[in-house]
């Protein structure tokens, strides 16, 4: 692969469906089917990538299966059983200026209204009511944290997000 950035994960193959070769695919994108916009996919398979297309797909009860080209047999699909199914990070969507991903903020520092820098956002974790950063402390925190989870809730605790500068301000106590 010629990028420069690592493929984003959209999703995983799941187990063979039939004899045909199809294959169970859970997806991670907001609408499952949202998966199949992208195309040809990236999986990855003994720590390589390379690119299948979707020959076909559908929904088999509440799951979605699918019919990659070249796979034909129940053989063939489960020797792709729990491959990572990505697409090239210059393929996703463009947003408008104001929205970002999730991916993109990982790594950013996040620093406070009074300048105490936290940590840099290591994960988010999706709780159901907002989602959280979690964010790995600098080594010598002066509070003794190794991590703190602040709700990204804007205007409340989230108040600037920065991607050119990969800073996140927020209005949090750093004690907590």
């Known amino acids: 692969m010629s990028s420069h950035q690592e493929p984003v994960v959209l999703g995983k193959l799941g187990a063979s469906h039939g004899i045909k070769g199809w294959l169970k695919i859970t997806s991670y994108t907001d609408s499952v089917e949202d ?19 979707v020959a076909q797909w ?12 070249g796979v034909t ?16 990070a210059e393929a996703m969507k463009a ?3 104001d ?7 990982i790594g950013c520092e996040v620093v406070n209204t009074k300048g105490y820098k936290m940590g840099k956002v290591d994960q988010i974790v999706e709780t159901g009511s907002n989602d959280v950063l979690l ?13 703190r ?3 990204f809730v804007t205007e ?17 106590d750093p004690d907590f």
């Open 73 to 88: 047999t129940r053989d063939q699909a489960q020797m792709l059983t729990n491959c990572e199914i990505a697409i090239p």
């Open 156 to 172: 409340q605790f989230i108040l600037e997000v920065n991607l050119a500068e990969k800073q996140i301000l927020v209005d949090w």
């Open 35 to 53: 998966i199949f916009d992208y195309s040809p996919w990236l999986i990855k398979e003994q720590g390589e990538w390379r690119e299948v297309k």
């Open 95 to 97: 947003l408008p200026e």
């Open 149 to 151: 989870m602040i709700p």
């Open 58 to 69: 559908r929904y088999q009860g509440k799951a979605i299966i699918a019919a990659l080209e």
């Open 135 to 147: 964010v790995k402390a600098n080594a010598k925190d002066g509070f003794g944290k190794t991590e």
């Open 99 to 105: 929205e970002f991903y999730w991916r993109d903020l």
